[in-house]
């Protein structure tokens, strides 16, 4: 399969690269006794199908300790020297009739590894997913060198030759400052501006728009986050809140009077045995401090933590000599192969013969065992990702944890996280290629809910641009078309399917609703799965997240979930260890004595509810006003409130628990999607999906009818009667299957992908690491591979194409033809 023509060359050339090559040797020839050498250099090439190569001359193999055969886990490797290559068994299969092999059961589902799919999936990823072997693969380690090496500013981008700059520089080597303001323009009214963020009556780090404390207070490098530098009036009426003057700058917060509130010389440890006062508004908002008065340095959340190989400054990763990506975790020809990550091994690297003089010193080539599908990560620009989480105001925004002042992690409640954890994943994953000549998808990593926790963070961030009109839908959009502009001028991949193999993932409230036009024809991954065959229109209750505005320009007019090709995915929940050790999910029938159970905000009729009648699109309101079991404004329950259920907008002592106590959860809407099929699911209850034309996680992929019930809006005063007709084995199939599936709405590949970036740095794993470590059943990221490698041979559109020169490692049977 493999081939590559040998090159000539004059001895001129061959001197030179034989100094090259020698230099390169010096570096690694304590790690081996055969030198790699620069081999394969060679400029891009801009081709949609995959270039096949030989694997002539000498070669380093670098293989893992542990097979890599069943197993999608991250797991930790070790570097062999053995002088042979692994053999792939390529031997043919028996062709077999999915069909009759693997039959459907009662409810229309085949199950694959404990999880029940619709029949078509289930049985293809049975007989094929099943039979994956692993394909050899040109791996490219990329060379290419950035102007001035970025200043030291920036990260150069080997594969490109571009540099990724620091927050608050720019330019091609990163040489030009920008000077970016915590504030608006002011005024005579508004000496600071109109209210941001980041708006700022001190000093203001315009490399990042935060403002300090600054010199001449004894805490320079405290922060003065919002209202803590602003008067804050008493509140204008009895019992409200009290009032922050953004016009007024608050001069205590700089005093050394111990009897006055201050904050930006108060001594902690005075502070913490009482002996002087401080302003209680002002806290430590920003990543990277802990403790009540910023005092303690501490890590902050970086893609991968850098994966070992650069510093987290912030939420950027300042990568190591050799190393660049926005994890820090693509090796450059500079790197040391011992150091290369798990998802490259085993890797060869080859040594050619001769050099061709026509060729630039730029690429070197290895050629490792991958299964498919395999999945191209676009190390985009900076500022769709590492600057926003570098610039955040608050740190718990849009990440999945943060660290604590021994460097631990502390797992974030953010429903959003789910970005970050399978961002990571995918980067981390031995899906993931570098040859994207050779992948079968390509992630597009915009981080969208860092976007719209950041829109009008700082004035750069503003959304008062007249396109925008102050939705953040509106400048999140623009983000993903920018995205979208640099994939096609710097890549040559996104023509060869007008898109449709790419990934995109919108994680806020109504997902890809606001995709631009020009993406549409990919894979979306969302939360929310409007179909918009009823709900055709915005339904989120908070004016500056409607799309309705947008145009259709910008927008087109698609709707928000497309089943042929897109997939909701599960929002994170936070590693919940007490959950895990009491076995929520696997809790038995008998236990379970709340018939239907649903806690959470319904609406203006009661106390502390929305006030928009159209929040929950009224669904919320309705099953209140029928099984309400607490009593609203008026004191009246649910028309039909029934001793074993519970619709109540009080919080509960212990949600896990009550959830785990019923049998029957519901599953509906808040502004655009809400967690609580994941509640309902990782607690072992049915879930009871109410919420007409919406898709929830893998709806168009397992079978919901072998563990979910659907409940029409219309069907709503009937839903008790529903839920009463089902027969106890019924019950009992429902709540098996849930416990077979809980797994995959877990996002446990992140988690442990942490518990082993913490044994690295502290030597010791935590109780939830070793806890989540010890799960085996498919989380979220496997069954999203699944997914993709099911879609990878059977989306309609690839069926179109001629069949390609690709090696795939399936069966006969299951490789797609032209139709």
Known sequence: MFSIQKWRCSWSTVAAVASIVTLVSVVHLFLYPIVPSLDYFRTFQNSCVPINRSNEGEKIILKNDTSTEGSQKNATGSISTEGSERNL?????????????????LHNAVVYRGAPWKAEVGRWLSGCDSNTSAVK???????????????????????????????????????????????????????????????????CDTTRAMCFCGEGTKYPNRPLAETCGFTINPPSKPGGAPVTDFTKADLDVFTTNGSKRGWCNVDPAEAYASKVLFKEECDCKYDGLWGRFCEVSVLSTCINQCSGHGLCRGGFCQCYSGWFGADCSVPSILSSIREWPLWLRPAQVNVPENVNSGESLVNL?????????????????????????????????????????????????????????????????????LNGEEADFFFVPVLDSCIITRADDAPHLSMQEHIHGGLRSSLTLEFYKKAYDHIITQYPYWNCSSGKDHIWFFAWDESACYAPKEIWNSIMLVHWGNTNSKHNHSTTAYWGDNWDPISSDRRGNHPCFDPDKDLVLPAWKRPDEGSLNAKHWSRPREKRKTFFYFNGNLGPAYENGRPEATYSMGIRQKVAEEFGSTPNKEGKLGKQHAEDVIVTPLRA????????????????????????????????????????????????FLNYESFAVRILEDEIPNLLNILRSLNETEIEFKLANVKEIW??????????????????????????????????????????????????????????LPLQKKEFGLPKECLIRTE
């Open 653 to 700: 002592g212990n949600y896990h628990e009550e959830l785990a106590s019923s049998v029957f959860c519901g599953v509906m809407p808040g502004d655009g999607w809400s967690g609580r099929m994941e509640d309902s699911i990782l607690q072992g209850c049915i879930p009871v999906v109410i919420q007409d034309g919406i898709y929830l996680p893998y709806e168009n």
């Open 743 to 800: 797994q995959r709405f877990l996002y446990r590949d992140s988690v442990v992908l942490e518990a082993e970036r913490q044994k690295a740095l502290r030597g010791s794993v935590e109780d939830w690491g070793l806890k989540f470590s010890q799960l085996e059943e498919d989380d979220v990221f496997a069954t999203l591979i699944q997914v993709l490698h099911y879609k990878l041979h059977n989306d309609p559109w690839r069926r179109q």
């Open 89 to 105: 068994d390529t031997s043919p299969m028996p062709m077999i009739d999915l069909n009759v092999k693997f039959p459907t059961d």
């Open 137 to 203: 693969v040109v791996e490219q380690i990329s060379g290419k060198s950035c102007r001035n090496d970025c200043s030291s500013r920036g990260i150069c981008n080997r594969e490109l030759g571009q540099c990724r700059c620091f927050h608050g520089f720019t330019g091609e080597g990163c040489a030009e400052r920008q000077e970016l303001s915590c504030n608006l323009p002011g005024s005579k009214e508004q000496p600071f501006g109109h209210w941001v963020v980041s708006i700022c009556p001190a000093y």
């Open 365 to 433: 080539n290895a050629i490792a065992e991958k299964r498919r599908p395999l999945i191209y990560v676009y190390d985009l620009p900076p500022d769709f990702n590492s600057l926003l989480l570098e610039g955040r105001h608050f740190k718990l925004e849009c990440v999945n944890r943060i660290y604590d002042q021994r460097n631990a992690t502390v797992w974030t409640d953010q429903l959003y996280g789910a970005q970050m954890a399978l961002y990571e994943s995918m980067l981390a994953s031995p899906h993931r290629t």
